[in-house]
């Protein structure tokens, strides 16, 4: 095979995302070429990317990658013999101890990737590409709760929580799948822009208009709670605001002296009245602090809740229009909602 030091940097690169951090199947730390395509597989993601390379082998990426990496510009030539790859630059040449019987190919058939001129591809539309996106940040980012680690598709809804909050996005089209996707794994499906996808039992599949399919495990769809988390974006009727963005300044002063000995309790008091808000925080033998932060609002009767100063700021980046609950926050922004938890009864 012969191909330009810069295109065959760029393919590794983009498969590198499937490549396993610590390989308990053997081979899913390498880099697979089968001929017509080059593979990546950890057991969580598989990247299959059409490359012309007539080579069948498994390369161990990490040297591979760092070669030709740090190869100056120009034409690399690739073959196989004796069990070694023989790579070929201008002024270097390189031999790297391959695998050329390897079993990776087998557990990747497994995953049963359509073919690209299937009629199981579906049409992709980029609103459920932007409410995953929208949503993704809700997600739980542990395994304390694995259902929960996902990103919930279903009919015209896109879902996430970590029991603290709640993220919602509501689609003009109904998607043709109910799927679970693991939040880990959106990033770099949405990193290659497909435009088809389609869903299996076990596996999701995303193709952009390159070839190149980018395959995610799927979590178990029917256990995601969505009933139970939909129920709590009816909060009853109280008046809309939306907060100023001076707002975010005053949380992160606030952060510092915020009760709480994890993340998730940290936690600021806020004081709406008319033209102003009060973001108050203390620690019990640190101090105390309080920032006053201009308001365009007209508020008969002040609020006064307490509330997570870091989940406040992460759905402020994007809506800033919010009603108030006896217990959560219900923050909205076009077709996407965020419920966010209060401290109440402390």
């Known amino acids: 095979m012969k191909i330009q030091k810069e295109d065959l940097l760029e393919i590794l690169e983009a498969v590198k995302p499937g490549l396993a951090k610590k390989e308990i199947i053997d081979e899913t730390?390498?880099?697979?070429?089968?001929?017509?395509?080059?593979?990546?597989?950890?057991?969580?993601?598989?990247?299959?990317?059409?490359?012309?390379?007539?080579?069948?082998v498994s390369i161990p990426s990490e040297e591979f990658y760092k070669i030709v990496k740090r190869l100056k510009k120009g034409i690399l030539t690739l073959n196989v013999a004796n069990q070694k790859l023989k790579l070929r630059a201008k002024n270097t040449t390189a031999e790297l101890a391959?695998?050329?019987e390897t079993e990776l190919p087998g557990f990747i058939g497994r995953i049963k990737i359509p073919p690209k001129t299937s009629k199981k591809w579906k049409d992709l539309p980029e609103e459920l590409v932007e409410g995953m996106l929208w949503c993704s940040f809700t997600a739980m980012k542990s395994n304390v709760i694995p259902t929960l680690s996902g990103i919930y598709v279903t009919g015209n809804m896109v879902l996430t929580s970590d029991e603290l909050r709640v993220s919602k996005y509501t689609l003009e089209k109904t998607?043709?799948?109910?799927?679970?996707?693991?939040?880990?794994?959106?990033k770099t499906i949405e990193s290659f822009e497909p435009s088809k996808f389609?869903?299996?039992?076990?596996?999701?599949f995303f193709m952009n208009d390159a070839g190149v399919i980018v395959c995610?495990?799927?979590?178990?769809?029917?256990?995601?709670p969505h009933t139970e988390l939909s129920a709590q974006f009816s909060i009853g009727r109280s008046k809309a605001l939306t907060l100023p963005n001076d707002l975010l300044t005053a949380l992160d002063l606030g952060e510092?002296?915020?009760?709480?000995?994890?993340?998730?309790?940290?936690?600021?008091?806020l004081e709406i009245k008319s033209k102003q808000i009060i973001v108050s925080s203390s620690k019990a033998e640190t101090g105390s602090i309080t920032t006053k932060v201009k308001f365009d609002g007209d508020i008969k009767t002040p609020i006064k809740v307490t509330i997570n100063p870091i989940h406040l700021k992460d759905v402020l980046q994007s809506a800033a229009k919010v009603?108030?609950?006896?217990?959560?926050a219900l923050f909205s922004a076009g077709p996407f909602s965020h419920l966010v938890?209060?401290?109440?009864?402390?």
């Open 216 to 224: 995610s495990r799927v979590l178990p769809a029917e256990s995601y």
């Open 256 to 269: 510092v002296l915020a009760e709480g000995g994890i993340p998730e309790e940290k936690r600021v008091d």
């Open 29 to 56: 730390g390498n880099f697979v070429f089968t001929g017509t395509g080059l593979f990546t597989y950890n057991d969580l993601l598989c990247i299959a990317y059409p490359l012309e390379s007539g080579l069948d």
């Open 98 to 100: 391959v695998i050329t």
């Open 341 to 346: 938890s209060l401290f109440v009864g402390d």
């Open 323 to 328: 009603r108030f609950g006896t217990d959560r």
């Open 175 to 186: 998607s043709p799948f109910t799927f679970l996707l693991p939040h880990e794994t959106f």
């Open 198 to 204: 389609h869903v299996g039992k076990d596996w999701a």
